[in-house]
């Protein structure tokens, strides 16, 4: 087993659902993520939305006391015709979110097609796509994704996802026009 203290900083990856709730953890020690856990959690075999929204949170702060991420990355809901599954959707993010919260670590939410790009350079890639480029970027083995459901490989996909983001310098803003710039410049320009 890997263990969180080998690494520099340590991100947390959500998929939230209601029926199966993703998540994968990275370590990172420099520029190089490495793969420390991921998997789901079933939820169907709740009958209540209230339960399962009880098990969301019990077993993200379950995940963050044993891994004890710097930062966690979460897919933002997206938008669908049925109100009733974004209803629920959203309650199920807010939960994550909550006990992530609850242990003082920061949230960064990014649509799906955002996570996407990051990993495949598509933002309209299949879920395949991205787990077969996930095994490849990060060493994991046919094996060790086997069984498991692609709403483990969409967490992994977050974390990653906010590793790349995070990990990009900053871009100084330049002038926006000549004119901005000799205002901004004025010993630059001779007349």
């Given at each position: 087993?890997?263990?969180?203290?080998?690494?520099?900083?340590?991100?947390?990856?959500?998929?939230?659902?209601?029926?199966?709730?993703?998540?994968?953890?990275?370590?990172?020690?420099?520029?190089?993520?490495?793969?420390?856990?991921?998997?789901?959690?079933?939820?169907?075999?709740?009958?209540?939305?209230?339960?399962?929204?009880?098990?969301?949170?019990?077993?993200v702060l379950g995940?963050?006391?044993?891994?004890?991420?710097?930062?966690?990355?979460?897919?933002?809901?997206?938008?669908?015709?049925n109100v009733q599954?974004?209803?629920?959707?959203?309650?199920?993010?807010?939960?994550?979110?909550?006990?992530?919260?609850?242990?003082?670590?920061?949230?960064?939410?990014?649509?799906?097609?955002?996570?996407?790009?990051?990993?495949?350079?598509?933002?309209?890639?299949?879920?395949?796509?991205?787990?077969?480029?996930?095994?490849?970027?990060?060493?994991?083995?046919?094996?060790?994704?086997?069984?498991?459901?692609?709403?483990?490989?969409?967490?992994?996909?977050?974390?990653?996802?906010?590793?790349?983001?995070?990990?990009?310098?900053?871009?100084?803003?330049?002038?926006?026009?000549?004119?901005?710039?000799?205002?901004?410049?004025?010993?630059?320009?001779?007349?």
């Open positions: 087993m890997v263990q969180t203290k080998d690494f520099d900083r340590i991100i947390i990856g959500i998929d939230p659902g209601t029926n199966v709730m993703g998540y994968g953890v990275i370590g990172v020690n420099g520029k190089k993520p490495s793969l420390i856990a991921l998997g789901v959690v079933k939820l169907n075999k709740f009958e209540s939305h209230y339960l399962r929204l009880r098990r969301i949170f019990e077993r995940l963050v006391e044993e891994y004890l991420p710097d930062e966690m990355a979460i897919e933002a809901p997206f938008f669908g015709k599954s974004m209803l629920k959707l959203g309650r199920a993010q807010g939960v994550a979110m909550a006990a992530a919260l609850s242990r003082d670590i920061p949230i960064t939410e990014y649509e799906p097609r955002k996570i996407k790009m990051a990993i495949t350079g598509n933002g309209a890639a299949s879920k395949e796509q991205v787990r077969e480029l996930l095994r490849r970027m990060l060493s994991i083995s046919e094996n060790q994704l086997a069984d498991l459901e692609l709403d483990a490989t969409d967490g992994l996909a977050a974390a990653l996802c906010h590793f790349y983001e995070s990990s990009r310098p900053a871009i100084a803003s330049g002038p926006k026009s000549w004119k901005d710039f000799i205002a901004k410049n004025p010993d630059k320009v001779k007349m």
